[in-house]
Nanobody
Framework: QVQFVESGGGLVQPGGSLRLSCAAS?????MGWYRQAPGKLRELIVR???????FYKDAVKGRFTISTDNAKNTAALQMDNLKPEDTAVYYC???????????WGQGTQVTVSS
């Protein structure tokens, strides 16, 4: 059974930074994060493919940075200059190569408030 665990999150003031981490027990075709704010749909904010291609949602471009370690099957999301509208539950997400199963982390709360 594939293990898929995320960590990080918490409470930070506007303009602050947080770092989320995610670890899988097998190789992933891609890894990234979704977030879901209260009353809103879950949205994809960043995805990085094993080959290096990366997608960022416009709202986080220039503020969030994803890094991955293919050898360790890990990903990290550095979130800088956080804004109150970034407040949400963040879910690590990934897909393996075969049979292309999708995995989700347990979710972690990020709250940006003064």
């Amino acid at each position: 059974q594939v293990q898929f665990v995320e960590s990080g999150g918490g409470l930070v003031q506007p303009g602050g930074s947080l770092r989320l981490s995610c670890a899988a027990s097998t190789s992933m075709y891609y890894m990234g994060w979704y977030r879901q704010a209260p009353g809103k749909l879950r949205e994809l904010i960043v995805r990085k493919f094993r080959g290096g291609s990366t997608f960022y949602k416009d709202a986080v471009k220039g503020r969030f940075t994803i890094s991955t370690d293919n050898a360790k099957n890990t990903a990290a999301l550095q979130m800088d200059n956080l804004k109150p509208e970034d407040t949400a539950v963040y879910y690590c997400n990934g897909q393996d190569f075969a049979p292309a199963n999708e995995y989700w982390g347990q979710g972690t709360q990020v709250t940006v408030s003064s």
